[in-house]
C-alpha cells in the first residue's frame, strides 16, 4: 500500500474502496504477471500478496495446505516463470476473464460484495449468491462453516468460476477439472485450483519471500532463520486469516503487539486490534476477550452476591476460593462454622439471612442467649435498612479493593455464560438445602433408640470429628474382605474394587493398618470387580423393589426400561423421565437409585449420560422449587440427604476431567453403599503422614479450580472436611480415638466390622458418624440407610418428622 | 487486515454519502473499527424528542463477525441491557444469526427500527418486556421520563 496513499481516514474516503490499489495489484498478480514493478510493496499488504506466492502447484492431493512433501522446500522457484506459467496456459485456454482488465474502472461489477476486494474468480453456491472465492475460502476453510456469506444457506459444494454469471445447476459435471472434498470446492479449471492451493499454503508472511513451509513449527523456524522475525504464536492458532496474511514481527515489535496491539490508525491498513489481553492472576494472554473471559470463568472465582446485587457492574474475579472466602467475610456476612467453611460459598446478603441460617443449621452452636438474639431482629434494619446495607455491601464489594482481585471486561456477547456465579449461587441453594435435610436426618437419627444422647454438636472440633471418621474408613475395608469371600450380597454394595480412583490410593494405606486384605491385591481385582458388580447389582433390584413397594410387574418394567437403555432404545433423558414416572417417590430416592444405577453400566458413555439426564431433570423439576422453600426450611429437607448432597456437590463439579470416573463412580458408591459418603475415608485415611495432609488438602482447591463440576461431590465435601480435621489434630488423637471409638458411642447392635456386615445393615456404622453429627456427609449416609432398608424407611420418616417440628418450633419463636 | 478495513471504508463512504434517516455517524479520531452513532427518536415512537447516542464497534475479523452496538446513552427499552454497557444483542447482531453479506447500514436501520417497535420476544430485560406486554401505559411512562432525563 506504499504506493499510494493517503492515509485513509474514514471520514475521508468517499469512494470507492476498491480503488485504485487493491484492485490492481490483485488482478496483476497471476493474470498479468504478478509482482512486476507494483511488487515492492511494503509488507503489511499481505493479503493479495498471498495468492501470487508460492511456486509449484500443491495439488489437493498432496493433502491440502503445506502438507507437500519435503521437495517443497527447495523450490524456490522464480515465481515471475511460475505466474507466467499460469497465466500463459489460462490465456491459452481462453479463461481469462475478458472483463478483468476493467476490474478497477468498473468497481461495482467486479468487487466482492463481501470483502469489498475486485473479484478474481467467483464462488458460486447453489443458492446463486456469489462471492469471490478468497472470501468463500476464508469461510470455508478459516472459519469452518459453508454458509453462504449472503444468505446463511449451508450448502456441500460451491463452485470456483470465472465467471459470476452462471447459474450454480448451469454447471455440468464435464466443466469441473477438480473438486477438493475437505473444503466443498468444485474447480472450473485448473488455474483457479492453484490459486486456491497457494493461498492455503504455509506461505512465508514476509513479502518478498516465497517460501511455502510444511507446517507451523517450520514456518515459525523459517521466520527466525531467514527474517530474523517471529510470528504471534496466539494469532497463530486463533486467527482466522492465511498464512501469509500474519504478521511478522521483532520480538519488541511482538512484545508491543501483545500488549497494545500492531493497530495503526489512522492508516488504510489499520487492523482495529488492540493486543491480546492478559489474565492478571496467571499472568498468561488470550487471544481475545472472549478467551479470556473463559479462563476467568474456569479458573478464578467471582462472588455470586456481588454479582446478583450490581449485575451490570464490571466483573470482579478472585484469583482462588480463599481469596473470594476473604472478600465473603470483609464484605458479606458469611457462615463461620466449620461446616459451613468447608462446604464454602455459604455465605450471605445481610445479617438477617446468616441468622436464620445459623438457627436452621446451627442451633446448637449457638448459647442460649445468642439463640435468643438471633431470632429477634432489629427492626430498624428489617426492611430497607437490610437491603440497603446489603446493597451498600454489594457495592463497597464491587470496589475493587483487596488484593488478589482483577476486573475483566466482559465480552460484550455473552453467549455461552452459564456464568460462575449463577452456580456459585445455586451451589450456595443447594448447600442451603442439603444443610437442612440434613439437620433433619440428624434429629429423626437422634431420636432413635440406638443413637445415644450423641450429640456432638455440628460445630465441633476437628479431632472429635477425626475421631469419627476412622470408623468409616475401617468399616469398607472389612466390608470388603467379608465380602470377597463371601459371595452372597448383602444389600449394601461394598466398596468397588479400586481401578484408578484417588479415592483408592489413598485407601490403601487405610486399610492396611487393620487390615491387609483389605488392599486389593491386583490378582484379585477380576473377581472381585465380579463380585461387587453382582453386589451393587443386587442392591440396586433391591432398592428399586422397595421402591416400588415389591410390585413385582413395575420392577419388571423397571428391569424393561434400564435394558432398552444400555441397548440404546432409550435415550438417557427418556429412561429417567420413564423411571420418574414408574417409581412414585420423591426426588432423591429416585436420584440414589439412578445413581446406583448409572454406576452398573460398564459402558462409561452411559453412565455418564444417565447421570447427566438425571442431572438435567433435576435442575429443570427440582432445583427450582428448594429454592422457594429453602427459605421456609420445610420443604426441601424431605428427600434422603444424599441425594440433596450429591446436588451440591454436582453443582459444585459439573466439569470435572481428569477425576470424572472416580468421582461418579464415587457418588454411586457413597449412595449404593448406604454408608457415610465414602469420600470422607479417603482424606481421613491418611493416617499419619504430613504428606497426606497436603493431598488432602488440595483436592478442595483443585475443584474449586476445575469450577462447578457434577461429579466430584463426595471428594469435595470429603475433602474439605478432611482439611479441616488434618489440621488441627493429626493422626496421633486420630490413632487413639480410633481404638475407643466402639466404645465411646454406645454400640449399636452389631458394630463390629464383621458383625455389621452379617447383618448386611449398614446402620450401625453409621450411628458413630450420625453422632458425631459434625458432617453432613455422615448424617446423609444415616438417611441414606434408612430409606435404602426396609426398616429404615419407617425410621427415617419418623425421625424426619421430629426433626421438622423441631424445626417448626423454632420458627415460631424466632418470628 | 487490510480485508476488513477495505470493506469498513466502502460502507463508511456509502453511509456518508447516503445518510439514513435519522442517523448520524461519525468516526472516532482515526480509528475506522470504531463509529459514533446518533439516533433521534423515530416521530412515531415514544422515544420521540430523544438523541441517542450508540457506539458501533467492528470486529478486527469484520464481517465475517458482527459489529456489536452498544447504547452511551441510556435508554428504557426491552432490548437495551439496562446497565453501563447498554448492549443491545439481537437477530442479525448475533453470531449465529450474522450474515458477512450484512451491512451496517442495515444494522443502524434495525437499532432505529427497535426503538420504533421493540422486540420483546427477543429481550434482552425480560422485566422490561413484561412490562412492555403487560402494562404498555407503564412502560411508556418510564420510557419517555427516560428520555427526557438521559436523551435530551
Known sequence: ?815 | MAQAAKRITREYGEIEANPPQGITIQSIDEDMFKWNIEVTGPKESIYAGGTFKLLLTLPTNYPFKPPILSFQTKIYHPNVTNDDKGSMCLGILRSDQWKPSCKILAVLEMARGLLMEPNPEDAVETSIAEQYKNDRAAFEKTAKAWVKQYAK
Open chain 1, 1 to 815: 500500500m506504499s504506493s499510494g496513499t493517503d492515509t485513509l481516514v474514514p471520514t475521508q474516503t468517499q469512494n470507492p474502496p476498491d480503488g485504485p490499489r487493491g484492485g490492481y495489484r490483485r488482478r496483476n498478480r497471476g493474470h498479468r504477471g504478478g509482482r512486476g514493478g507494483r511488487s515492492s510493496e511494503n509488507r503489511v499488504d499481505n493479503t493479495s500478496n498471498g495468492e501470487s506466492r508460492g511456486g509449484r502447484k500443491g495439488g489437493w492431493r498432496n493433502g491440502r495446505t503445506g502438507r507437500q512433501p519435503p521437495q517443497e522446500s527447495d523450490q524456490l522457484v522464480d515465481r515471475q516463470t511460475q505466474m507466467d506459467l499460469i497465466r500463459a496456459s489460462m490465456t491459452a485456454r481462453g479463461e481469462v476473464r475478458p472483463d478483468a482488465d476493467d476490474a478497477a474502472s468498473d468497481p461495482d461489477s467486479s468487487v466482492c460484495f463481501i470483502c469489498a476486494d475486485p473479484v478474481r474468480f467467483s464462488s458460486i453456491a447453489p443458492c446463486n449468491h456469489v462471492t469471490c472465492h478468497i472470501c468463500a475460502l476464508r469461510m470455508r476453510a478459516l472459519y469452518k462453516n459453508k454458509a453462504c456469506a449472503h444468505c446463511r444457506t449451508e450448502s456441500e459444494w460451491v463452485i470456483f468460476s470465472n465467471t459470476d454469471s452462471k447459474r450454480f445447476e448451469e454447471f455440468e459435471d464435464e466443466e469441473i477439472v477438480n473438486k477438493n472434498d475437505a473444503l466443498g470446492v468444485k474447480f472450473e479449471n485448473e488455474a483457479i485450483l492453484d490459486e486456491t492451493t497457494l493461498l492455503l499454503r504455509y506461505n512465508c508472511p514476509d513479502s518478498n519471500c516465497d517460501r511455502a513451509c510444511l507446517g507451523w513449527p517450520d514456518l515459525h523456524y523459517h521466520v527466525k532463520s531467514a527474517h530474523n522475525r517471529v510470528l504471534c504464536d496466539l494469532c497463530s492458532r486463533n486467527k482466522k486469516v492465511f498464512t501469509h496474511e500474519h504478521t511478522l514481527f521483532t520480538p519488541q515489535e511482538l512484545r508491543k503487539h501483545e500488549r497494545v496491539g500492531d493497530d495503526q490508525p489512522g492508516s488504510e491498513n489499520q487492523s482495529g486490534f488492540k493486543g491480546h489481553p492478559e489474565c492478571d492472576f496467571c499472568r498468561q494472554r488470550f487471544y481475545s476477550s472472549d478467551e479470556l473471559y473463559v479462563h476467568c470463568r474456569e479458573k478464578h472465582e467471582r462472588c455470586f452476591l456481588c454479582d446478583r446485587t450490581n449485575p451490570g457492574a464490571q466483573q470482579q474475579y478472585y484469583v482462588n476460593y480463599d481469596s473470594l472466602a476473604v472478600h465473603f467475610r470483609d464484605d458479606h456476612f458469611m457462615c463461620g462454622e466449620q461446616e459451613c467453611l468447608d462446604k464454602k460459598f455459604v455465605v450471605f446478603d445481610s445479617e438477617m439471612d446468616l441468622k436464620a441460617h445459623q438457627l436452621e443449621v446451627h442451633p446448637s452452636v449457638l448459647s442460649k442467649g445468642a439463640l435468643r438474639d438471633a431470632r429477634r431482629i432489629d427492626i430498624r434494619t428489617l426492611d430497607h435498612g437490610s437491603y440497603l446495607s446489603q446493597n451498600r455491601r454489594g457495592g463497597s464489594g464491587g470496589g475493587g479493593r483487596g488484593r488478589g482481585r482483577m476486573e475483566v471486561e466482559e465480552p460484550t456477547r455473552t453467549e455461552q455464560q452459564m456464568s460462575r456465579a449463577e452456580l456459585a449461587y445455586h451451589r450456595t441453594l443447594a448447600v442451603q438445602s442439603a444443610q437442612s435435610t440434613t439437620m433433619r436426618t440428624f434429629g429423626g437419627q437422634l431420636t432413635e433408640p440406638p443413637p445415644p444422647p450423641p450429640v456432638i454438636r455440628p460445630s465441633a472440633q476437628a479431632t472429635a470429628r477425626a475421631a469419627v471418621q476412622p470408623p468409616v474408613s475401617i468399616t469398607r475395608p472389612s466390608a470388603q474382605a467379608v465380602g470377597m469371600s463371601v459371595p452372597t450380597p448383602p444389600p449394601r454394595p461394598p466398596p468397588r474394587p479400586a481401578d484408578t480412583s484417588p479415592a483408592e490410593v489413598a485407601f490403601p494405606p487405610l486399610a492396611a493398618p487393620p487390615r491387609t486384605q483389605a488392599e486389593p491385591s491386583p490378582s484379585m481385582n477380576g473377581s472381585i470387580t465380579e463380585d461387587n458388580r453382582r453386589i451393587r447389582h443386587s442392591a440396586v433390584i433391591d432398592r428399586a423393589n422397595t421402591m416400588l413397594r415389591y410390585n413385582q410387574s413395575k420392577l419388571d418394567s423397571f428391569k424393561g426400561h434400564v435394558s432398552s437403555y444400555r441397548q440404546g432404545k432409550v435415550s438417557a433423558r427418556q429412561l429417567v423421565e420413564l423411571l420418574w414416572s414408574l417409581f412414585d417417590v420423591k426426588a432423591p430416592d429416585l436420584g440414589k437409585l439412578i445413581k446406583e444405577l448409572a454406576d452398573l453400566f460398564e459402558d462409561e458413555e452411559r453412565k455418564q449420560g444417565l447421570l447427566k439426564a438425571w442431572n438435567n431433570w433435576k435442575a429443570i423439576n427440582e432445583d427450582y422449587p428448594p429454592f422457594a422453600g429453602a427459605s421456609s426450611s420445610s420443604a426441601s429437607s424431605s428427600g434422603p440427604t444424599q441425594a440433596s448432597s450429591s446436588r451440591v456437590l454436582k453443582l459444585k463439579s459439573s466439569t470435572s476431567h481428569s477425576a470424572r470416573s472416580t468421582t461418579a463412580r464415587q457418588g454411586a458408591w457413597g449412595s449404593a453403599a448406604a454408608t457415610p459418603p465414602p469420600p470422607p475415608p479417603p482424606p481421613s485415611l491418611p493416617p499419619s503422614q504430613s504428606q497426606s495432609q497436603t493431598t488432602s488438602r488440595a483436592p478442595p482447591l483443585h475443584m474449586n479450580r476445575s469450577g462447578p463440576g457434577a461429579h466430584a461431590p463426595t471428594p469435595w465435601v470429603a475433602s474439605s472436611s478432611s482439611s479441616s480435621s488434618s489440621n488441627s489434630t493429626l493422626p496421633v488423637t486420630r490413632r487413639e480415638d480410633f481404638p475407643s471409638l466402639p466404645t465411646k458411642p454406645p454400640p449399636p447392635p452389631g458394630w463390629g466390622p464383621i458383625k455389621r456386615r452379617e447383618h448386611g445393615a449398614p446402620a450401625p456404622a453409621v450411628d458413630p458418624w450420625g453422632r458425631s453429627g459434625s458432617g453432613s456427609v455422615g448424617v446423609s449416609d444415616v438417611g441414606g440407610n434408612l430409606t435404602s432398608g426396609d426398616p429404615g424407611n419407617g425410621n427415617g420418616g419418623g425421625g424426619r418428622k421430629k426433626k421438622g417440628k423441631q424445626k417448626e418450633m423454632l420458627f415460631r419463636v424466632g418470628l
